[in-house]
């Protein structure tokens, strides 16, 4: 399994609250990338990372923000939570897999309830 | 913009049955298509992956074919076991570092 690691793993806050979740790697990738999942939606990226320091802007970004200051550290930041950031957050990774090709690994997940 | 589409949404069998899930994308330029599994309240497992210029990959009773012409890619399971009751998700990647662009997936129930 690819070295991801997220917490926390489960966080219950009021709207209006600032969080931050951490996405950890300890496989020295440089692309890194946030996605949040809601029912009826899949998948959707939020923001991703090309290297400390940079990064850009996913399908579903407002509200968000993140920073990279590690090439293992990857922070997604709700700068004041609101009811409709309630979702599960994934962080992905990304690597030449046993296939030769790139392949996106994924950490096991962040339950954020925003009340 | 590219967008990917699964049918069925969900899909009820017995078990021993051979089943296709299907996966459909609008652009035909991608760099790759990986298929996962997830459990509920878990993250996502890959199950395969698929190059641009391949047809097929196979892993154990698992496998995906890719028809990138016509947009499209399945997931054949053979023998299906009550453990393969999941979400299978496909997901294609337009470039070598870019993001996944998800479906919203096919819920498997295989029934003892």
């Known amino acids: 399994d690819a070295g991801i690691t997220q917490s926390p793993r489960h966080k219950v806050t009021e709207t209006g609250t600032p969080v931050t979740l951490r996405c950890h790697q300890t496989e020295n990738h440089r692309y890194m990338y946030w996605y949040r999942q809601d029912p009826g939606h899949g998948l959707r990226l939020i923001h991703y990372?090309?290297?400390?320091?940079?990064?850009d802007k996913g399908e579903v970004s407002d509200g968000y923000s993140v920073s990279r200051s590690k090439t293992e550290d990857f922070l997604l930041t709700l700068e004041s939570a609101t009811s409709s950031q309630t979702s599960v957050y994934f962080c992905a990774i990304s690597g030449i897999g046993t296939s030769g090709s790139y392949e996106q690994y994924f950490g096991p997940g962040t339950r954020l309830t925003v009340t | 913009k590219q967008e990917v589409t699964q049918i069925p949404a969900a899909l009820s069998v017995p078990e021993g049955e051979n089943l296709v899930l299907n996966c459909s994308f609008t652009d035909s330029a991608i760099y790759n298509l990986q298929w996962f599994r997830q459990d509920p309240g878990k993250g996502l497992t890959s199950l395969l992956l698929i190059q641009s210029s391949q047809r097929e990959q196979t892993s154990g009773r698992l496998n995906a074919s890719l028809d990138k012409s016509s947009g499209r890619s399945t997931l054949y399971i053979a023998a299906s076991q009550p453990g393969d009751s999941a979400t299978y998700l496909c997901?294609?990647?337009?470039?070598?570092?870019?993001?996944?662009?998800f479906g919203k997936g096919t819920k498997l129930s295989v029934k003892p």
């Open positions: 990372s090309y290297g400390v320091k940079d990064t």
């Open positions: 997901a294609v990647k337009e470039g070598s570092q870019g993001n996944l662009i």
